[in-house]
């Protein structure tokens, strides 16, 4: 969903664009499906955007449950990106290293 928009930092800006779609009165998991199945079929990505055997595995392992409180997207606790598990530590020390600061923008770091 916030893939190409001017201004927006991919996966970040998507925690609050699920938010605006709840608010319009979308359930959480009419607004999950619009960022995922819905737009994978809108963009003609058959791999993606559904969880079954075969498809590209791009995952998020939350605390919460995002299909009746969209805000649990913010709680990330892994990562999958084409089914290998991402070290979200080591990704997190080179945005520090990029950034100088490392903490402008970090979404699911809660402990």
């Known amino acids: 969903m916030d893939f190409g928009n001017s201004g927006t930092a991919p996966g970040v800006s998507l925690h609050g664009e699920l938010e605006y779609l709840v608010e319009a009165r979308l359930t959480p998991t009419e607004a999950l499906a619009a960022a995922t199945s819905a737009s994978a079929?809108?963009?003609?990505?058959?791999?993606?955007?559904?969880?079954?055997?075969?498809?590209r595995a791009d995952l998020l392992l939350v605390r919460g449950n995002p299909s009746s409180d969209i805000l649990a997207t913010r709680d990330i606790r892994l990562v999958w990106k084409a089914g290998a598990l991402v070290d979200r530590s080591a990704w997190l020390q080179r945005v520090k290293d990029a950034s100088g600061n490392g903490t402008r923008g970090q979404i699911g770091t809660q402990h």
């Open 41 to 55: 079929k809108a963009f003609l990505l058959a791999d993606r955007g559904r969880i079954f055997p075969g498809l």
